[in-house]
């Protein structure tokens, strides 16, 4: 098969053709730790662990390397740390380990290297000092910024005119700049917040600027020039603009990575997502509600170019879906490789091999459900069936796992089910039925059954 991408550095989707097919290489923009990640933060891990899975498919699990880097110096860290008296250290290896076991319930793989920010400083300062002697940065006032007008052809990624540029790009106007345009590789640090020796003789500690940290940490891990770079939609400009001018201006290259990928924002029913709108949804929030794989499914029905309207209706869609295959699969185990051919696999690889295009090769699973069913005899089509979901990340359990996960979740504590059962019958008694259809799909997800009468929820069972 071939494997197309959406490159947005040529706007085009263009055959996947590696550097060396030995060794694939793809670097994508990981967290922020200072606090729990929210379902936006979940929509890039998800795509990209599906590319990941369906590359190692390609090329063999030993020839592709996946970087996901961990961003634990900012300006948002040392102050959460702050607020919480706690030590900085504290605070990421803390909010990291939350990340790293909710992505895990999310069903996906651990990138190949998870490199930190803080023990890639010598790299960083490297590639400064590399920038400084070839004329693409300068320091000023114990600053090094890189120097925007000396690189021609700046903006190629995000093509956006001057104007939006300079609009956009956030950076401080400061009388120290040479350029509105220009952006900072390294800063002097604060009184009390980490610092490091500084590059270029500046005599105070420092910290590095944000960009270079992904810039040090992908040559580090994967060289000077690599296959995909990935990340979301609102990093093209100015963070992975300005990687592409750093990077390749430090190793004079025509390009830092060959394909670049970003994944579609999210909205929350119909809203963007802020902590403002009373709105904000963590990933550990929803996963107290709903199995993992059900959001994993929920989020690969849309196309990952696309905006994905996260909806209280697409989780509960997904999870009678998942309920319905694991149904079919029962506690068979997935074919194997080794185990003969498996062509409703080939068929979800050729899917996925258009651009990531998971809303096609979910409905073909839905195809393939029908056609595992029918058989009574076949339980090699069962395991054909999981192998071929196995690919996407999903039916990673047996079917007795998952019911008994379930059964758990729903005995967990009946006061509980009977809160919610109250707080339904107010809520459709005011006629707020989104809000009652939500606490339904809630208590569904859990294996509880309601009994409706004309006067609201009658009794309750938990299905077996």
């Known amino acids: 098969m071939e494997l197309r991408l959406y490159n947005t550095l040529t706007r085009s989707k263009d055959p996947f053709r590696p550097i060396d097919p030995a060794n694939v290489r793809m670097y994508v923009c990981g967290p922020t730790v200072y606090d729990h990640a929210h379902i936006g933060n979940a929509r890039p891990v998800i795509v990209f662990d599906v590319l990941f899975r369906l590359l190692r498919r390609l090329y063999g699990e030993r020839h592709v390397t996946y970087v996901r880097n961990i961003t634990d110096v900012d300006d948002k860290i040392n102050a959460r740390a702050a607020d919480r008296g706690i030590s900085i250290r504290d605070l990421t290896e803390e909010t990291y380990d939350w990340f790293r076991k909710d992505t895990a319930e999310l069903g996906c793989l651990r990138p190949t290297v998870e490199p930190r920010a803080t023990e890639h400083i010598a790299e960083m300062r490297t590639l400064i000092e590399r920038l400084v002697a070839s004329g693409h940065a300068y320091v000023a006032e114990d600053h090094v910024l890189f120097n925007v007008p000396a690189m021609p052809d700046y903006g190629r990624l995000s093509r956006r005119p001057l104007d939006e540029m300079i609009a956009g790009a956030r950076v401080d106007v400061a009388p120290y700049k040479r350029d509105a345009m220009d952006f900072v590789?390294?800063?002097?640090?604060?009184?009390?917040?980490?610092?490091?020796?500084?590059?270029?003789?500046?005599?105070?500690?420092?910290?590095?600027?944000w960009h270079i940290e992904c810039s040090a940490m992908s040559w580090k891990h994967l060289g000077e020039t690599f296959d995909i770079h990935g990340g979301g939609i609102d990093l093209v400009f100015p963070h992975h603009e300005n990687e592409i001018a750093q990077s390749r201006c430090a190793f004079d290259s025509a390009v830092m990575a060959r394909t670049w990928m970003h994944n579609g924002f999210l909205m929350l029913e119909g809203e963007k997502m802020s902590k403002?709108?009373?709105?904000?949804?963590?990933?550990?929030?929803?996963?107290?509600?709903?199995?993992?794989?059900?959001?994993?499914?929920?989020?690969?029905?849309?196309?990952?170019?696309?905006?994905?309207?996260?909806?209280?209706?697409?989780i509960g869609f997904a999870a009678k879906t998942l309920d319905k295959w694991y149904r079919?699969?029962?506690d068979e185990p997935a074919q194997r490789e080794g185990e003969g051919e498996n062509p409703f696999e080939a068929e979800i690889a050729e899917r996925l091999g258009d651009d990531l295009n998971s809303p096609s090769a979910i409905s073909h699973l839905h195809h393939l459900a029908t056609v595992a069913e029918d058989v009574d005899t076949s339980s090699a089509l069962k395991r054909r069936f999981k192998a071929a979901a196995n690919l996407m990340g999903l039916l990673q359990e047996t079917e007795s796992e998952w019911r008994a996960r379930q059964a758990q979740d729903a005995a967990v504590d009946a006061a509980m089910v009977e809160e919610l059962i109250a707080a339904r019958n107010a809520a459709?008694?005011?006629?707020?039925?989104?809000a009652a259809d939500h606490i339904r799909e809630q208590l569904a997800a859990k294996g509880v059954v309601l009994m409706d009468g004309k006067d609201g929820t009658t009794s309750w069972e938990v299905a077996r």
């Open 428 to 434: 459709r008694k005011a006629r707020d039925f989104a």
């Open 276 to 314: 403002s709108l009373g709105n904000f949804v963590t990933i550990r929030e929803l996963l107290n509600d709903w199995p993992g794989e059900v959001l994993r499914l929920a989020m690969l029905s849309t196309h990952y170019r696309q905006p994905i309207n996260w909806t209280r209706q697409g």
């Open 185 to 209: 590789l390294w800063k002097p640090s604060a009184e009390g917040t980490p610092g490091w020796e500084s590059p270029c003789g500046i005599a105070v500690p420092g910290r590095p600027g």
């Open 328 to 330: 079919i699969v029962g």
